[in-house]
């Protein structure tokens, strides 16, 4: 065979070449995003949810307190390693085994409702038993925000100190924490964004 030759065509070959893939198709084999099941994507998801604002926040907050794995898993792991206050990491791991039984009590009303087909009626019932929970969980967090922010600046990474606290539990549980009181903010300043602009335009149309 000659060198020189140059290499075959490309339609050369045996059968037709095959289509490439249509938009629909692609559309319809594509899963979410992988950012959906980020917190973000997860706070986004609860929004759309939400009733109103303060359903909104009471839902973020169980939300980020019942990022569960890893908030029982961290607490568990370091439960002897922050003698400097030592309620932070059984504050991470009582907060995740609640939030477990809070989303296994919302997963069992949802498939009784899909069961039953009687979801509005089902809705405008209180779980008594959902209802301690909640209470449970929001005087929880707010014992949390005492033992955290209080240990904060007063804590050694040295783990001969006697203030020790390990960085990364203490660091997880601060700023878990705190995403609760920036997504707040954000909402407020939405909130007053969406006043102002409607009140400008009002004020322009009148």
Same mark, same amino acid.
């Given at each position: 065979?000659?060198?020189?030759?140059?290499?075959?065509?490309?339609?050369?070959?045996?059968?037709?070449?095959?289509?490439?893939?249509?938009?629909?198709? +692609? *559309?319809?084999?594509?899963?979410?995003?992988?950012?959906?099941?980020?917190?973000?994507?997860?706070?986004?998801? +609860?929004?759309? *949810?939400?009733?109103?604002? +303060?359903?909104?926040?009471?839902?973020?907050?169980?939300?980020?307190?019942?990022?569960?794995?890893?908030?029982?898993?961290?607490?568990?792991?370091?439960?002897?390693?922050?003698?400097?206050?030592?309620?932070?990491?059984?504050?991470?791991?009582?907060?995740?085994?609640?939030?477990?039984?809070?989303?296994?009590?919302?997963?069992?009303?949802?498939?009784?409702?899909?069961?039953?087909? *009687? *979801?509005?009626?089902?809705?405008?019932? +209180?779980?008594?038993?959902?209802?301690?929970?909640?209470?449970?969980?929001?005087?929880?967090?707010?014992?949390?925000?005492?033992?955290?922010?209080?240990?904060?600046?007063?804590?050694?990474?040295?783990?001969?100190?006697?203030?020790?606290?390990?960085?990364?539990?203490?660091?997880?549980?601060?700023?878990?924490?705190?995403?609760?009181?920036?997504?707040?903010?954000?909402?407020?300043?939405?909130?007053?964004?969406?006043?102002?602009?409607?009140?400008?335009?009002?004020?322009?149309?009148?």
């Amino acid at each position: 065979m000659d060198s020189s030759e140059g290499p075959p065509a490309y339609t050369a070959g045996s059968g037709e070449q095959p289509n490439p893939p249509s938009y629909t198709d +692609v *559309e319809r084999n594509s899963g979410p995003p992988p950012s959906y099941d980020s917190l973000f994507g997860k706070v986004r998801a +609860v929004r759309n *949810e939400s009733s109103g604002n +303060v359903d909104f926040v009471k839902k973020v907050i169980f939300l980020i307190l019942g990022t569960i794995g890893f908030t029982i898993f961290l607490g568990a792991k370091y439960l002897d390693d922050c003698p400097a206050e030592r309620y932070i990491p059984i504050y991470l791991v009582v907060a995740g085994c609640f939030g477990v039984v809070r989303n296994l009590f919302t997963i069992g009303r949802r498939c009784c409702q899909k069961k039953e087909n *009687e *979801e509005e009626e089902q809705k405008a019932k +209180v779980n008594p038993i959902e209802s301690v929970i909640d209470c449970f969980m929001f005087a929880w967090f707010i014992a949390g925000n005492v033992w955290i922010y209080r240990t904060k600046g007063d804590f050694s990474t040295d783990p001969t100190a006697e203030n020790f606290c390990d960085p990364t539990l203490y660091w997880f549980a601060f700023w878990i924490t705190t995403a609760v009181y920036i997504i707040m903010g954000c909402c407020c300043c939405c909130i007053c964004f969406c006043g102002i602009l409607a009140a400008c335009l009002s004020g322009g149309s009148s």
